[in-house]
């Protein structure tokens, strides 16, 4: 019988996606709320004359710009590397990245009267899944 095999690469993409969640959950509380009165970044990190860490007082406006199009740009790179892989997001984690399930539309039962010149569509949404097993597998 055929298997499977699951690779390093395919390994270090999902814990890439996990982490990319867990970034944009964050990014999305930093962005709820627009109304921050007193906003402060910290900077850590290190140059050639030693290490940083220091607290910033900066207007929000300043920063939200900036912050949604990191957001957009993890979100994109997470969906690639997931459509990459073949890794199945579940429900919660497509909320967090504000995407929805595909809809796919179904045609019901068309009436036509003759003696009316209206004809009525009933439609129907279902949701498209796609279940690879990947998320199951895989427990954070």
Not at 79 to 99: F, W
Request: contains cysteine.
């Amino acid at each position: 019988m055929a298997k499977i095999f699951k690779t390093n690469s395919q390994e270090q993409a999902l814990k890439d996606i996990v982490d990319s969640l867990k970034i944009v959950s964050s990014l999305n509380e930093l962005l709820k709320d627009e109304d921050v009165s007193e906003c402060k970044i910290k900077v850590m990190g290190t140059t050639k004359c030693g290490s940083i860490n220091e607290q910033i007082p900066i207007p929000y406006t300043m920063i939200a710009s900036p912050l949604k199009d990191y957001r957009k740009k993890i979100v994109k790179e997470t969906l690639d590397k997931s459509k990459t892989y073949s890794i199945k997001l579940e429900e919660n984690e497509e909320e967090i990245l504000g995407i929805r399930a595909k809809k796919d539309v179904e045609v019901k039962d068309i009436e036509v009267n003759s003696a009316e010149s209206n004809t009525e569509i009933e439609v129907k949404e279902s949701t498209n899944i796609m279940n690879t097993g990947y998320h199951n597998y895989f427990q954070r």
